[in-house]
């Protein structure tokens, strides 16, 4: 919300964005007053469809806003390209993509600015909490200044991020997983559901109440302090997901081609894995899922609400945007698997996927 607000736009200016992401990013350009234009994914990567980006330009297009999704670079050189020749602000996402490369440089360093995310399921966390960087002189002080004006963390937001902190430790132990699993999914739930009416009520221009979907507050020291510590160990954390991805890919790769998509690997960007996500391409999804979890492996649907929310913002249809909100999963990634547990996933994956 800072980074877009810092970029100064007038009311009504236009931002394009990717129309499969985090639903959060599409509100955060509306509460600040702007209009986002979506521009369908490429089904391969799940990130912006570059080539569309000339098709969606109008006078009023101001910003672009790639989203790095899953820990998978997006395609910066046509998007830097294009604002350059347009006179576009870019804004990275890289809320899941810290440490990620593109063509050997780090995602971050290629927008105005860029901006990550220390919340629950990222690269590291401290409960909540996030960062901008900076790579355009001309917007420091302006960022500066907007997040001098945040207030301090009130009590309740700390004993928040602590709860929080305290979740993703439990979250770490299999033995103690599902003492929490419950309260944690009917809290994202609860969330999408508040994002997606806040996105509905601010598309229609009138002035209602907005729920709760983000705390405009400085970052708690608490949660800096767990952020820094872990940002010594960031590259060993990506290295592991990294080799885990590597191992679900070999595990996987001979399945029916028909049936699933896996991940796709180049060597111009550095994938930190973040999620590990695949298409399901012949069966039922949440069958699937649910299938899993009685195997012991609790797995994700990926944005399931963009189908329902995009047809209430635009008039557009963004046909791989749609498809991937119905056919994606995501299945666990993070540093502490051991290969035994990377083959019980891959194999309750398998099973699951023959049932339905």
Not at 95 to 109: H, N, V
Request: with cysteine; proline share 5%.
């Amino acid at each position: 919300y800072l980074a877009i607000k810092a970029l100064e736009l007038d009311p009504g200016d236009e931002v394009l964005v990717p129309a499969y992401t985090c639903a959060i990013v599409f509100e955060m350009i509306l509460r600040a007053g702007l209009k986002p234009v979506f521009v369908d994914v490429n089904l391969e990567t799940c990130n912006l469809n570059v080539e569309l980006i000339p098709k969606v330009l109008t006078k009023k297009t101001k910003a672009i806003v790639p989203v790095h999704l899953f820990g998978r670079p997006c395609d910066m050189d046509p998007i830097i390209d294009a604002a350059d020749e347009y006179g576009l602000y870019v804004v990275e996402d890289a809320a899941q993509a810290l440490g990620a490369e593109y063509k050997g440089q780090k995602i971050g360093s290629f927008g105005d600015l860029a901006v990550f995310s220390f919340g629950p399921g990222k690269s590291i966390t401290g409960g909540e909490g996030g960062a901008i960087a900076i790579n355009n002189s001309e917007l420091i002080e302006t960022v500066e200044k907007l997040q001098a004006q945040l207030p301090s963390p009130d009590l309740g937001w700390k004993l928040h991020v602590a709860r929080n902190v305290l979740a993703m430790k439990i979250f770490a132990s299999r033995s103690l997983y599902g003492l929490v699993k419950g309260s944690v999914d009917s809290s994202m739930e609860k969330t999408d559901e508040i994002i997606f009416q806040n996105c509905l009520t601010l598309s229609k221009g009138v002035s209602s109440p907005l729920k709760p979907s983000l705390k405009l507050a400085k970052m708690p020291e608490v949660s800096a302090s767990v952020i820094v510590k872990q940002l010594e160990k960031i590259d060993d954390l990506n290295e592991k997901r990294t080799r885990n991805a590597d191992k679900l890919l070999a595990l996987l790769r001979d399945q029916d081609e028909k049936s699933i998509h896996l991940p796709p690997t180049d060597s111009d960007t550095k994938n930190t894995f973040t999620r590990f996500p695949i298409r399901i391409l012949r069966g039922n999804r949440a069958f699937v899922i649910k299938e899993m979890l009685g195997l012991g492996v609790d797995t994700k649907g990926l944005y399931h609400y963009v189908a329902d929310l995009l047809p209430r913002l635009s008039e557009e249809s963004f046909s791989n945007a749609e498809t991937l909100s119905h056919s994606l999963v995501a299945l666990p990634n993070h540093p502490m698997l051991m290969d035994r547990e990377l083959e019980e996933i891959s194999s309750a994956f398998i099973s699951s996927l023959r049932a339905a």
